[in-house]
């Protein structure tokens, strides 16, 4: 009998997924278990929910370009540190980390204004460089590794973009990762039921992690995935760690 859904939408801490060996497993932990149906994986904090787009928001060792016109001091590429500080001309040590781009220059522009360092500044800021803008793709695709997860990146484009499934992937058994609300979350996709149209094929956002076949991940969800039926609808499991 098929799949014909996003079957099973696991939420769980960090150690459960990642099977740390200081936390418990998937199936091997006695901590009780919430069922709730879903229909897909939420998306990740601040996408807006009306266009599906993510607002992004600059992360430690990203590149940003500034541009403040007419002032060629301030306009180039500025790197963030670990904390997510640029140091900027005039202003120091400014935090970056946490704002989108548009926050960013607003802010860069107040600042400008109210130190009287430049009474008309128009600022403009991009994103030059972020690994946070990427997925990870691994298992049993042709090339896989981190891609950028641009607008309207989905699962079936994501394994076309690593060159696609290996020979021997297994089409029933594609995990993505994600963060929701500082939660873990895993879902089980079946790519057939996806080109079948059985239903849609899942958007994938930045710092995703998709795992195309016989992943250790999927494996620990045996046993959980056993004990139920194969629904026509998602089945959600909220695990809670043992402290």
């Known amino acids: 009998m098929r799949r014909t859904g996003a079957l099973v939408l696991i939420a769980a801490l960090v150690a459960a997924l990642a099977g740390c060996s200081d ?22 904090d601040g996408v807006d929910p009306a266009t599906g787009a993510a607002a992004y ?9 500034l ?6 001091e301030m306009t180039g590429d500025f790197r963030t540190d670990s904390a997510g500080k640029i140091v900027l001309p005039y202003l120091g040590e400014v935090q970056a980390g946490g704002l989108t781009p548009a926050e960013l220059s607003s802010q860069i522009d107040r600042d400008l204004r109210s130190g009287h360092f430049i009474n008309d500044p128009r600022v403009a800021v991009n994103i030059n460089e972020a690994d946070s803008l990427n997925f990870t793709i691994g298992g049993q695709v042709g090339q896989p590794g981190e891609y950028t997860a641009a607008p309207g990146m989905t699962l079936m484009r994501a ?8 020979e021997y992937a297994r089409l029933n058994d594609v995990v993505v990762f994600r963060t929701v609300n500082g939660q873990k979350l895993a879902a089980l996709y079946d790519i057939d039921a996806i080109r079948l149209g ?5 958007p994938i956002y930045p710092r995703d992690v998709v795992e195309v076949g016989d992943s250790t991940a999927r494996r620990r969800m045996a046993q959980l995935i056993s ?3 194969l629904l026509t609808t ?5 695990l809670e760690r043992i402290h």
């Open 57 to 65: 928001r600059i992360a430690p060792l990203d590149k940003v370009s």
């Open 234 to 238: 998602p089945v959600v499991l909220a």
């Open 23 to 44: 936390g418990p497993r998937l199936g091997e932990t006695s901590a009780p278990m919430v069922v709730t149906k879903m229909t897909e994986l939420p998306p990740p």
């Open 67 to 72: 541009n403040v016109v007419d002032t060629p």
């Open 198 to 202: 059985h239903y849609a094929d899942p």
């Open 227 to 229: 004990a139920l039926p």
């Open 159 to 166: 394994i076309a973009r690593a060159k696609g499934l290996s």
